[in-house]
């Protein structure tokens, strides 16, 4: 299969410009490319990461990438659907830049051109703007634009209106700096991919090619992404690798081996065997932990992997998973029992609502159900105890020494 069909079997084009040159150049030349985002956080997430992966597909492939992080366009603001974007200060862009390069850095082995826009448009006066920039491009074909004409009810400043301006021209900077012939990103800024083109062809008069991804939903019809509210971040001191691991395991059945190709390198062949063992054998999930396993591995590296891949059969087989667990150290007195000691580690605030809840078939020792309030705890016990206080609520305890 040639690298561009490659890219259909796996549903990563979506809007592509001059589609039989892009094919001719993905299967035949190395071209250089770029990649885009805005740092409107410290941290990229999921969703960048679906169409980033594509980004580094085409440099495994030998094409080569540059990564933009856009400290100008980051300023104004790409238009949403709905509202204006909020204001970034210039200290919170640079400081947001710094954690997106360390993860790009991180995810493609230092191996791509990283560049912000604001090195070339920090210097742009406005009046040279409007006469390099802005005569290029014709208002209707702005008013086009779908995002643009889906504010126009509700009204569009003038900053984010000029937008997409900005970004052809970030497309023109690299194409003449870098011979930078593709863009590639999320289908939302197709319309900014193609002002770019039309810029180029019109200054230049060169061609300049681009083409979009699918956005990828969750299994709700969300995108993931942090203004829905389901962020999964790729700083791990945000989303921990256990914590993505555990929401890319429970992925549905319809969903699994469209994130698949999507996200992970794996190739056709084994793909093809995951999705029949959805069909056949649903309930081993292979298909969700080798999802979940490929991407933490590429995010965070093999060790990561390996440590939520356990920490999850954990989980699933006792309930509860020691890594991570708050721990408790006491002093053990003779004669303790369940009561004192669900007190003394702050379980329960009273021995009544202690037995309240062993009673109640609320508390496990070592995934152990406890019925007796009265119970003695041995010394002996003590060491690397877990209480449990229904499936949510685990302390680890041991003895001070």
Known sequence: MKFYDELKWRGLIKDVSNESEVERLLNEEKVTFYWGTDPTADSLHLGHYSSLVTAKRLAMHGHNPILLCGGATGLIGDPRPTAEREIISYEAINHNIKGIRDQINRIFDGKAKLVDNYDWTKDFSYLDFLRDIGKYINVNYMLDKDIIRRRLETGITYAEFSYTLIQGNDFLELFQRENCIMQVEGSDQWGNITTGIDLIKKKLGKEAYGFTMPLILD?????????????????????SPYKMYQYLVNTDDKKVI???????????????????????????????????????????????????????????SKGYSEEGMPEELIDYTDGMNLMDLLV???????????????????ISLNNNKETDPSRIINKEEINDLVVSKGKKTHIKVNLVK
Request: no cysteine.
């Open 344 to 362: 003394l580690i702050k379980i329960a605030p009273s021995k009544s609502e202690a037995r309240r809840l062993v009673e109640g078939n609320g």
């Open 219 to 239: 299994q709700n019809g969300n995108k993931f992404g942090k203004s829905e509210g389901n962020a999964l971040w790729l700083d791990k001191e945000k989303t």
């Open 258 to 316: 469209e994130y698949l190709k999507v996200f992970t390198f794996l190739s056709k062949e084994e793909i093809e065997a995951l999705e029949e063992s959805v069909k056949n054998e649903p309930e081993k999930r292979l298909a969700q932990k080798t999802l979940a396993y490929e991407i933490i591995k590429d995010l965070h590296g093999e060790e990561e992997a390996n440590k939520a891949r356990t920490t999850s059969e954990e989980v699933f």
